[in-house]
């Protein structure tokens, strides 16, 4: 027995239908696992990234919050050097040892002065191999599926959670329109694995809940029948769009709404806000925030 390793379960290493046994079973017998396991989100090499052969563009061109991403790299066990508006600043590369030591992700930013704010410009993301003693950079295409999954994971919840896009009320905080464009296409644009393994913890949820009947998931949002209007949860940013006319609606956060909800995994807070979001619109014609009813009634 002393020759026995145990090691755990990891959706990268399981077929499809085990995956959503696990899921489901969790789900059903309201588990709540301690970290993201059964709805663990998987990043198999894509075609484009075969292409490049040595880099993955995936995660590139987010404009991000730099402090807060300097911040979750710390979390998440990632080095990194401070940058700032001084001379060599400008340009970053945070790195992340993986597998026992044998490989290295890094994953490379720039650094964006836009007052009044501190922001990055995501770039790309490469591994290196330890070969005597030294890094050396490998193509993508001889990574460990898992080692790639586990680094490419770590980038989407950098991206997902510092994001501009993320961020209810910055459109309208007077930026300069310099990255409008971004925080509005990604906003409400296609999702990440992060907001996927959102949209299938959902379709397991909803139906237990109280509002079922008024929610449906597409293929990027939660729709959300209220009696004033119907509205469009986005399950990457969780930011909100109203029909008819696609008008954006700015809810910061709905305190309380999600007390004593269930959830099987909870990693950036982003599940348990689209899910009080939906709660609060369900119902809106009982809202008493002024601020929320003036937009929701034009």
Known sequence: ????????????????????????????????????????????????EEATGVYSNRFAAHIVDYRR??????????????????DG?????????????????????????DGPGEYASTDQVRFHRRVDGDWREAPLAEVPALVFSEAMRDVDLFVAVTSIAADPEWADR?????????????????????GEVRR???????????IAARCTLTDRYLVVRGDLRTYRIHLGSANILMDPGDVYLCIVAAPGQDAGLFLPFEEDGRLALILSKALLLARDTEIADESIVRQIKG
Request: a positive charge; zero cysteines; charged letters at 30%.
């Open 200 to 210: 299938d913890a959902l379709a397991r949820l909803l139906p237990r809940m109280a």
């Open 89 to 113: 600043g400008d340009a970053g590369e945070a790195t992340r040892v993986l597998a026992e030591g044998r490989w290295r992700a890094a994953f490379r930013h720039d650094y964006v002065y």
């Open 174 to 194: 007077g930026q300069d329109g310099r990255h409008l464009d971004y925080w509005r296409e990604t906003s409400f644009g296609a999702l990440a694995p992060s």
């Open 69 to 86: 991403l300097y911040a979750m790299f710390k979390q998440r066990g990632w080095r990194t050097q401070m940058l700032g508006p001084w």
């Open 1 to 48: 027995m002393a020759d026995v390793r145990v090691r755990l379960w990891h959706p990268a290493r399981a077929a499809r239908e085990e995956v959503v046994r696990w899921r489901e079973a969790v789900a059903g017998g309201r588990v709540r696992q301690p970290f993201k396991q059964a709805f663990r989100e998987v990043y198999p090499l894509t075609p484009a």
